[in-house]
């Protein structure tokens, strides 16, 4: 990773996204946010010298605050030399100290934190005065992926037109649920759900 | 905040920050998101058609999801187009609505939820997939500010270069409490803070 | 909905009862109310323009707080002058805002909201002084129908007989229970039961 | 009690809201529901058999689950036969059993559990199914009063209008607060709260 | 019952405890009573009048305190005439009224209430000053028939010494488990157990 | 103590209630047990050679679980020699162990478990199958003694008189708020309590 | 125990650790402690007589704090004299005294508790001041182990290098992982797992 | 501190237990360590390089994993080198991280956790296996001193002798409060405490 961040990429090659995850039994939950950044378009790069076509990239690397302190460390600290513009970090656990001391560490790079279990909410957002970070609720890493998206949207109007895109498709969604369940009454919609 | 939205304003003299509370008795808490903006070198625009000179702005509004709900609506549909980059919200309460109800209506704008008080931090978090919002604990205004910061500087380099003074100034004051704490002595130490 | 409400129609024909969910997951929760208005004999209206026989009639919506706000506000807006007398509003999740914001948007007709998880409770109970809602306990949606149906009864008779005649068959049934339970002894009761 | 049930009164001279409370401690907290009950123009009736002179009236009572059993089920029993048309009920403590009994015992007449402390909400919302009961949030009594008074406004209009009266009042409070922080900027509404 | 309360039968002839549980669906949890009485040499009363031969007894019925008001009124009101030194209650849910209920009722005979449900134990545990029961843990029935049985014991030594017999049965079964697995060592214990 | 068990002391001129706390920091707590025992006229025993003259009587001491085992064990084994038919022991913290390892080791003697603090519940209540304990809510100390009594009424038919005149007394002191404040109606009940 | 006390073994030849537990049905969450201790080389004892080669051992017992009380003492009492060095302990249920009293029994020898189940966890760390016990979260007793051995370290370097080596190969997995992860892409990386 | 841990330093003269803390605001609450630390005859080392003439000491700093974490890494690193035997970390807030990241970088090095807060006992205990960390409950500071003593005891006999001597001191203060509130009664006893 440090030799990565030497290499003074140009930033149009470098990842935007960082996904990272306490254990690789994490990945179950953290894969929502793969499935957000693909829906948006986002391609993954799994090698940092030989990017995707892609516009937009992100890449995933499994990190423990506990078991391997020295790799998050230099996560952490070669992030923004790294071209990264957000991370998502996701643990689980009681300490889920992987989100916190990340967004210490690659501080003032926003870090989105992932509680991957609802005992995890707690230990990921309860950080101190000074020291920022921004999570969603147990399980989120969708939305996650959503609001890193967003934040890259200050910058990237393309970002924000897909977005809205993602956004529209959904709510028609729950209008034709609400529709259908409405005209067909309950026992009818059941029925047309069960075929 | 119809008409302010209609005004296609510059979008060098709109307020990019705007601080939003349910009631103006969240005052108390949510002045730590002024603080730090403050801190940061951002000024308080008080008139729409009006801009201070400095070059980031805020405005703050009391917002009440349950009893102004019109209200939340038109400031939430307008905030894209009065030209804020991110909102940052706060309620207190267990149903504290106006963070996600404001993410809701203002996306795909980044909205910073900021619980007034712990029995908040459900309720603010808890979004449904496809609904983003990110948090931050109860009461940490200050860092929903500094958050809010750390997207806007994806933007603008000048913000992180304060980002990272802020940071420098908060980390060499933990240092000194360190050194004189080890070097002067537990008993020491509280004499001195006594004085 | 908004057409609904402009066609000034005939209060005989419009629903009673508003049933509103914050999405088709929900259902399984949400069909107790159901349950129960069938019970009393009420019917579901599912075309707003022509009413069942039956003179109590219901009707039934997803609609959601976060992902349909537009949809939420339309509902709650018009409801009053859709011709119904209560709503009962059923959401999952920590941000339960569903049941919240209809009672905020729907003032002053009555709101009975139902948690459709444990976790959905306080985020339903919370709210603000002066912004009134009534709610039942987690997945109760059978309870929130009768006591709908409880409050209707104010101005009608029948209801309140048909809800002491539902009674009478539920305490009916726990007085059998208890007779067998006692005069089988507990090793014939359970054996009774099995068969 | 009894002998008031038997009195076979005038609908119009019976009290409309009986508020109901476990301990003559909870009093202040249940002051809310009668200043909601004033505000809406009800008034006090201090004697079954002379009535005020106002069209909605409201009376109160202590009456300890726990420590007068005998009276709760004398006053659950009789609450029909005596007029009423909602019965607001508080209790604190974990075992706050006086709303849920009373509901029990004077269905299908509706019943509004205010659990006088936090730890009393499990205790007042947790009815088994077909044992209806609606509540508010803990401490919540002026809540309740504007609930039940909607429920009374289904039949008389003119509890509606005095509903929405009121709203436009807090409405309007909040609107005014909103201008005033945001035009005169924090530092100034501050200054201008404490003068 | 109040028929049997009036026969003023024999004391030697009367169950000595009374189980009482809130719906039959709560027979699971408090089959560890029956168990423990039947494990001590308590025999089952079917029927009032023809108490079977064994000198202590025990009788079960269904009560529930919100679907059956009357009757729990009714049990606990007769429960001393009836003859009972000593009644188990269990009831589930967050509302669990029916053992507070009958110990305000029927005091002073003493209550043990088993709360069916973790979720119950507030509940049960929580009554006001002066309004005494006591409680075991989430669905100890089994402890609560030992602890009326403890209770009985202050008069009648020879239950006194059946409590003894049975403790130390289950104390010798702890050691033989202690010594097994000292002895054969955890994988050869494991090995055994599974045979 | 171990003396004492050994003095054989003739049952009448020995303590019939012992009271135990972990310590005696939690006497504040605990002195509602000794207010009800001396309103149900129990006399204190502070010399087990020379008892009072009253019929019934209780000791006092300061037993800690985890400071002093060795004390506890003492007597808890000789408990029953030394004529004490039933222990409240309280405790505090959230390791409250006094009054289980009692139970566990004054077996087959009644234990009525009092947690001193709302978080000693948890450890007080929680026995596993076979070892029973009883507990009050926390704090409750009052009702503590109020079952212990109950317990000792199964044999003394003069101690059922005293608790039945002790919620006589209770019960009038409810009704007669209950009807001032129906009488005088809120304000004035509210302004004759503050006279 | 107490004649093994007494034998005055060498102390190379008794064991080092002793582990207990509350009931043989918490040894499915108590084995962590013996893979671990397996793992750095430890073998088990299972005959205080006849000590197996390895330098390092540790031994297993079910002892029952509220069973078997007398048990619980002789152990703690007798486990300095047995040369025992570290205990650790596990309990489950929300009364988990075994580890608090064996830590108060046993002091000045350092206790492990290991809450077998998440709510045993208050009642195995919420010891009184003066009164130590170091605890490890709900279920970790492969990590209480870990720490054991940590304290053993002190004085045997050997245990030391065991510990370094351990964690060196725990490490290399979570890298290992890591590239795969992050080389593979999410896709690949989970196909190759299912494989 | 590198620099320290490069100086090779005669253990004889290097501090044996560090005691961190993640703010000065903490230290309130981490005194406790260093009162157990003195009454056990410990002393302070406040300069690394000129050693107390006490045979144990410890020395203080202040170390935030989130505000400063490039100190905590090097603290951890250096610990071991500089000749610490026990490391003792407090840190508040609900990502207590300070106690968990030290024990995962100073790894083999014991480290006994304290939350300065009950909020802060998850994130303190919460580690994953693997990884591990003993922890005292909230706030018990002192308790966490004797248990790091008692650690070190298993070498260092005096240290032993040091702790029962401590220990036999608090019994007796228990015992002579037992005896005293036993013998004067419990007005006695309050009025001697008054006095």
Redesign the interface.
Same mark, same amino acid.
């Given at each position: 990773l440090r030799a990565e961040a030497d290499a003074d990429a140009d930033p149009e090659t470098t990842p935007d996204v960082g996904v990272i995850m306490?254990?690789?039994s994490d990945?179950d939950v953290m894969?929502?946010a793969?499935e957000a950044l693909d829906e948006l378009g986002f391609a993954?790069q799994?090698?940092f010298h030989d990017a995707p076509d892609a516009r937009f990239t992100y890449?995933?690397?499994?990190?423990?605050?506990?078991?391997?302190?020295d790799?998050m460390?230099a996560y952490g600290e070669t992030a923004a030399e790294r071209g990264l513009?957000?991370i998502i970090a996701g643990a689980g656990?009681?300490?889920?100290?992987l989100p /916190?001391?990340t967004? !210490?560490?690659a501080?003032? @790079?926003?870090v989105?934190g992932v509680p991957v279990q609802e005992?995890s %909410?707690?230990?990921?957002?309860?950080?101190?005065?000074?020291?920022?970070?921004?999570?969603?609720?147990a399980g989120?890493s969708? /939305?996650?992926a959503? !609001?890193a998206v967003?934040? @890259?949207?200050?910058?990237h109007e393309v970002l924000?037109d897909r977005? %809205?895109a993602y956004?529209e498709s959904?709510?028609g969604g729950?209008?034709r649920?609400?529709r259908d369940?409405?005209?067909?009454?309950?026992a009818?919609?059941?029925a047309s759900?069960e075929e």
């Open positions: 306490g254990s690789d990945l894969r929502g793969h993954e799994t090698d890449e995933t690397y499994v990190v423990s605050a506990h078991r391997t302190p790799l460390y513009d957000v656990g009681k300490s889920a100290d /916190n001391m967004a !210490s560490i501080y003032p @790079l926003p989105v005992k %909410v707690d230990s990921v957002i309860g950080m101190p005065t000074g020291a920022p970070i921004v999570a969603v609720d989120k969708f /939305n996650a959503l !609001s967003q934040m @890259l949207a200050r910058e924000e977005l %809205v956004h959904l709510t729950v209008a649920d609400s369940l409405h005209d067909m009454g309950v009818g919609y059941v759900r």
